[in-house]
Nanobody, 120 residues
Framework: VQLVESGGGLVQAGGSLRLSCAAS????????MGWYRQAPRKERELVAA???????YYVDSVKGRFTISRDNAKNTLYLQMNSLKPEDTAMYYC???????????????WGQGTQVTVSS
């Protein structure tokens, strides 16, 4: 499985960005896709995830601001990010896995990452 992210960039606080992750390859094995982020000197954290059943998960810090969705016909995962804050600045990674556990240790495939920078 290959994951290719796009959509990152520089935005002012309060602005919006939409990240995309195009998946290809043996995607029939994938049950959960999600977005992780890692800021400098911080651990990678799960931001949002969505399963084949469509139930989304969000970390508390982005609830009400970010929306995860997937277009199965296009094999593409999205992350709509609104009301961005400087603390959202990080490298964002698309992830895919067969396991339904969201520990981070069960990720089978990672994208290369896309940088999101929010200026104050």
């Amino acid at each position: 499985v290959q994951l290719v992210e796009s959509g990152g960039g520089l935005v002012q606080a309060g602005g919006s960005l939409r990240l995309s992750c195009a998946a290809s390859g043996s995607i029939f094995s994938i049950n959960v896709m999600g977005w992780y982020r890692q800021a400098p000197r911080k651990e990678r954290e799960l931001v949002a995830a969505i399963s084949n059943g469509g139930t989304p998960y969000y970390v508390d810090s982005v609830k009400g601001r970010f929306t995860i969705s997937r277009d199965n016909a296009k094999n593409t995962l999205y992350l709509q990010m609104n009301s961005l804050k400087p603390e959202d600045t990080a490298m964002y990674y698309c992830a895919a896995q067969s396991s339904y556990e969201l520990s981070g240790a069960d990720v089978d495939y990672w994208g290369q990452g896309t940088q999101v920078t929010v200026s104050s």
